[in-house]
């Protein structure tokens, strides 16, 4: 479909992702296609988030988040995590 994007991560996305075990690098690797595949997956939000998108996904029964922004041609990875504390750092990464 849209997979003439390219895929860019942040900083934060890459060091986060770094850490993480085999099988979940997989998993996250997953949710990355998903959203290749279709951009509009992740929820759009609003206010000081306005043109970021939070796709949510569970990884070791524990629910993720994935924020993400879509441009014409790219997509931006920046960054993922637990819910706690999530779009506060968020927030602050941003600005």
């Known amino acids: 479909m849209s997979l003439d994007r390219e895929i860019l991560a942040s900083p934060l996305f890459?060091?986060?992702a770094k850490k993480l075990q085999k099988v979940e690098k997989r998993q996250l690797d997953e949710e990355v296609k998903r959203i290749?595949?279709?951009p509009e997956i992740g929820q759009e939000k609003k206010g000081d988030l306005q043109g970021v998108r939070?796709?949510?996904y569970k990884m070791n029964n524990q629910q993720m988040l994935l924020a993400y922004q879509v441009f014409e041609n790219?997509?931006?990875?920046l960054t993922f995590g637990s819910h706690e504390n999530y779009y506060r750092d968020l927030k602050k990464y941003i600005k």
């Open 14 to 16: 890459g060091r986060k």
């Open 36 to 38: 290749l595949e279709n």
């Open 54 to 56: 939070v796709h949510k």
């Open 74 to 77: 790219e997509i931006l990875l």
